[in-house]
């Protein structure tokens, strides 16, 4: 199986900080990353598919990079609406799998 | 607009089963790709099964694989999750959501929207 690793698992910023959130994975899973945003009593909402596609209706500050093995979230000017959970999910090889999250906190 | 609608939820003694629906709506059901995904109280997603559009392929996280079967009625436009020998770890909020379809699925990229509001199985004695 494929082990994801998400960091940090919690992280604390400013509004207008840059924020970078990153998944990590045990194999070679080409671009098949995606990440998921999910604010309290609420569904996960799509942000970034296939590690760099933003999803329509979705902030400009955000975006997604990396390949392979590696892979980020980048929020460039943190927003108070932005507090939330943050998740990555894996698909590859019939496999499907979350990271462990990142919970965002305004400060 | 699409809806998803989950449905079946409730409070369950350890070892008994529980069926969930989730009825979809504005979208074209048959075509996509359907999962189940669960969060237990205060945790992270857990990713449980994926159905092809048309129920011929079916994967489960090794978590449920025995105990849970996804299945779909696409007369209904409804997906259903049967669970059965529940576990105290199985209490969570259950999420049904629409795989991405065409050739998202069909080359393995398999993101995941939209979500229904999910549906709240509490595992107790």
């Known amino acids: 199986d494929i082990q994801m690793t998400q960091s940090p698992s919690s992280l604390s910023a400013s509004v207008g900080d840059r924020v970078t959130i990153t998944c990590r994975a045990s194999?070679?899973?080409?671009?098949?990353l995606h990440w998921y945003q999910q604010k309290p009593g609420k569904a996960p909402k799509l942000l970034i598919h296939?590690?760099?596609g933003l999803e329509s209706g979705v902030p400009s500050r955000f975006s997604g990079s990396g390949f392979g093995t590696d892979f980020t979230l980048t929020i460039s000017s943190l927003q108070p609406e932005d507090s939330a959970a943050y998740y990555c999910?894996?698909?590859?090889?019939?496999?499907?799998?979350f990271g462990q999250g990142t919970r965002l906190e305004i400060k | 607009q699409v809806q998803l609608v989950e449905s079946g939820g409730g409070v369950v003694q350890p070892g008994r089963s529980l069926r969930l629906s989730c009825v979809a709506s504005?979208?074209?059901?048959?075509?996509?790709?359907m999962h189940w995904v669960r969060q237990a109280p205060g945790k992270g997603l857990e990713w449980l099964t994926i159905?092809?559009?048309?129920?011929?392929?079916?994967n489960y996280a090794d978590s449920v694989k025995g105990r849970f079967t996804i299945s779909r009625d696409n007369s209904k436009n409804t997906l259903y999750l049967q669970m059965n020998n529940l576990r105290a770890e199985d209490t969570a909020v259950y999420y049904c959501?629409?795989?991405?379809?065409?050739?998202?699925?069909?080359?393995?990229?398999?993101?995941?929207?939209?979500w229904g509001q999910g549906t709240l199985v509490t595992v107790s004695s």
């Open positions: 194999q070679y899973i080409r671009n098949h």
């Open positions: 296939a590690a760099t």
């Open positions: 999910q894996v698909s590859y090889s019939d496999f499907i799998t």
């Open positions: 159905i092809s559009y048309d129920g011929t392929n079916i």
């Open positions: 959501a629409s795989n991405c379809g065409g050739d998202c699925y069909s080359s393995g990229y398999n993101w995941i929207d939209p």
């Open positions: 504005g979208f074209t059901f048959s075509n996509f790709p």
